[in-house]
């Protein structure tokens, strides 16, 4: 989906950081270790992202034990839901991710596909037209919206909403459900975030965290993660507007939530700054907030860029493996408080990026064929090993006892070695490819 906002110009200077040598992987000792590791160090289970819908997979043996197509994860992973849809009737059935048992089912009228589901596990929220993984909102004058209980106890809840709106995510306690509404709505060009209250079927705008009101703009979303530990999901964006925006007048001067905006023209959509920045929405408190990043890391794409909470929630790493960069951002003032440049090898490809369980190593993956997987201290903020990255990889989760990374590679992942890079074990998961992101899911 497109969604964006007009971001803080909190310009950061980049810091220069000394780039230490990997270890080689060549070493006896990753061979001894390697030869130490037939299977896996850490089992457990991932949840992958995949281009088709959410995966819970055995870390040990690649098998599926639950999701697949159309399946959608709750943002804590905890759960999984699938919607089946046939002769003008829905069955969602929610799914233990660790088992693969099922834990309840419900059935709604219509034919629906979950489009976000509750961290609380009471609620999830379903479309005719779920949302476009392609970034391209559907023209659509009026919008039905189900919000349904998966356990079956409280009544189905059906909205009919005049105007665009795609369900972005529910609140923590899952009285609200927050919306992207586009703007025009059969013409989308720009969009505002807006809040349903589910008790009174209310529908009103999302302010900031300075209760701001909130304006119109466009943008292209980079990325997301949620952060159970502050409850906010992070959004990374581009602002850089298509021409889509050309025709599109209504542009404000301040930024939507609380900060300052570029006066500086494109020459696309006058007055439309280009920037890149993150979009924070707490879901416990309702509000929203536009984080300026660097300006050298504006106008960045999904593929160079990617967004990782820290395990305290205390930050948030954002990276560049194009330009080399990582901005860190405290996620209380919601400042960049450093960025530094660190050679992270090959560009190109997809990145992805993941921390270790005790918050002391980032790790970040680059390049295609020949790229590289790189540890980065996250106190010094520099380079302590980089290794042959057995292949393109396209997601990166670190185990939840810190043994091992599992790099998601093609139609495998790799169980490497964190210390040495080498691959300890390669499990097989069929079907899958590609998968955009892994998560460990915690015991």
């Known amino acids: 989906m ?24 060549e070493s ?39 999701g697949g197509d159309g399946a959608v994860a709750a943002p804590d992973g905890d759960a999984l839901y699938r919607a089946v849809a046939g002769e003008g009737t829905t069955t969602v059935t929610t799914i233990d991710p660790r088992s693969g048992t099922v834990r309840g089912t419900v059935s709604v009228r219509g034919e629906l ?14 479309m005719e037209a779920t949302p476009n993984a392609s970034g391209v909102p559907i023209p659509r004058a009026e919008t039905t919206i189900v919000v349904a209980d998966p356990t079956g106890v409280q009544a189905t809840m059906r909205f009919r909403l005049d105007g665009n709106f ?23 060009a720009v969009y505002r975030v807006m809040v349903l209250e589910l008790s009174t079927g209310t ?76 979009h924070v929405l707490n879901l416990r408190r309702g509000w929203a907030y536009c984080a300026g990043l660097p300006k050298v890391m504006w106008s960045g794409s999904r593929t160079d860029q990617a967004i990782v909470p820290s395990p305290d929630g205390g930050s948030l790493y954002v990276v560049d493996t194009r330009q080399g960069l990582v901005a ?20 190109g490809g997809r990145a992805s990026v993941s921390v270790s369980p005790n918050g002391a190593t980032l790790f970040a993956s680059a390049g295609v064929e020949g790229g590289t997987v790189s540890a ?3 106190h010094s903020m520099r380079l302590t090993h980089r290794w042959p990255a057995p292949g393109p990889i396209s997601g990166l989760g670190v185990a939840l006892d810190g043994t091992a990374l599992f790099a998601a590679v093609g139609g495998r992942i790799e169980v490497l070695d964190l210390e040495t890079g080498e691959s300890m074990a390669s499990v097989p998961t069929p079907g899958l490819a590609p998968i955009l992101s892994l998560e460990p899911l915690a015991d």
């Open 376 to 378: 980065i201290d996250t």
């Open 166 to 188: 795609e369900p972005e995510a529910f609140s923590v306690d899952a009285d609200r459900l927050f919306l992207i509404q586009y703007l025009p709505a059969e013409m989308p």
């Open 328 to 347: 860190v951002m405290n996620t209380e003032s919601l400042e960049v408080v450093r960025t530094s440049r660190i050679d992270l090898g090959e560009a």
């Open 28 to 66: 006896p000792s990753a061979a001894e270790r390697a030869a130490e590791h037939a299977s896996p160090p850490a089992g457990g289970v991932m949840i992958a992202i995949t281009g088709s819908g959410d995966v819970a997979i055995d870390a040990a043996t690649g098998a599926v034990l639950a």
């Open 203 to 278: 529908v009103r705008p999302v302010h900031g965290r300075f209760k701001t009101p909130p304006q119109r703009m466009p943008g292209v979303r980079l990325g997301q993660v949620f952060d159970p530990v502050t409850s906010q999901m992070y959004t990374l964006y581009s602002n850089e507007p298509g021409a889509y925006a050309d025709a599109y007048e209504d542009v404000g001067g301040t930024n939507p939530y609380g900060g300052s905006s570029s006066s500086r023209s494109t020459g696309v959509g006058e007055g439309w700054p280009e920037e890149t920045f993150v």
């Open 2 to 25: 497109q969604i964006g906002c007009l971001a803080t110009l909190a310009v950061t200077a980049i810091a220069l950081s000394a780039c230490t040598s990997g270890r080689s992987i």
């Open 113 to 126: 596909g979950v489009a976000v589901a509750s961290v609380s596990g009471d609620a999830v929220a379903l």
